[in-house]
């Protein structure tokens, strides 16, 4: 069974910083890219952060010299390592595999509030 669980949300000022974790089932997490997506109200989910098997990263735009992604193969877990938090990065943020139309399941997410 799949599974995502994620965690580390919160509120925090602009400016500051979190540390968002995603423990996955090790049937998903293994065999592939693993990414944290977010969707902020009316908006729809994009892809944020990206990390290959083998370590190698992605950005958006929007979040690239602020977030890092990293995972721990050992613990099946993926981090997002966020710093100068901006209001826009208000969201729901999810980990799941990448691409994100191949997955199947979605956890509940972690919710992300920056105020100004």
């Known amino acids: 069974q799949v599974q995502l669980v994620e965690s580390g949300g919160g509120l925090v000022q602009a400016g500051g910083s979190l540390r968002l974790s995603c423990a996955a089932s090790g049937s998903i997490f293994s065999i592939n890219a693993m990414g944290w997506y977010r969707q902020a109200p009316g908006e729809q989910r994009e892809l944020v952060a990206t990390v290959t098997d083998g370590g190698s990263t992605n950005y958006a735009d929007s979040v690239k010299g602020r977030f890092t992604i990293s995972r721990d193969n050992a613990k099946n877990t993926v981090y997002l390592q966020m710093n100068s938090l901006k209001p826009e990065d208000t969201a729901v943020y999810y980990c799941?595999?990448?691409?994100?139309?191949?997955?199947?399941?979605w956890g509940q997410g972690t919710q992300v509030t920056v105020s100004s």
């Open positions: 799941n595999i990448v691409p994100g139309s191949s997955a199947g399941y």
